[in-house]
């Protein structure tokens, strides 16, 4: 993209659509947790059924996920999906990470800094 010629927008997008339900689903498989969604609407919820997670001090029936109104957006849209079709046909660029790699790389690097930060809180010092 950075050695074209002239500058241009392009898309990076897989071509598949996923939900956030979907992505948070994945991100608990990926820490050994199992979700159950309960409610409708903005009551809905993700309670957690199963954590095969020594590392997390969590029990079933915990609430782990819970819908905030303040992060909707004024005018939601009811589809995102993205076209890269031009960066294929103009850079020969196609996607090769899986929505499930990804994920885990994001939920694993996550929980990394989530650690980091706990051991710098529990020594009260900065990295």
């Excluded at 199963?50 to 819970?66: I, S």
């Excluded at 909707?72 to 790699?101: H, N």
């Amino acid at each position: 993209m950075l050695q074209q010629d002239q500058p241009q927008d392009y898309v990076i997008a897989t071509g598949e659509q996923r939900s956030v339900r979907d992505f948070v689903n994945a991100s608990a498989r990926n820490m050994g947790l199992e979700l159950e969604w309960q409610g409708e609407g903005r009551a809905e919820q993700a309670v957690l059924r199963t954590c095969n997670n020594q590392q997390f001090k969590c029990r079933a029936g915990d609430v782990l996920v819970r819908i905030d109104p303040r992060y909707f957006r004024p005018a939601e849209v009811e589809t995102l999906l993205g076209d890269a079709s031009k960066a294929e046909r103009e850079l020969g660029w196609k996607p090769k990470t899986s929505f499930d790699e990804l994920v885990r790389e994001m939920a694993l690097a996550d929980l990394n800094q989530a650690q980091e930060e706990a051991l710098v809180r529990q020594h009260r010092c900065k990295l």
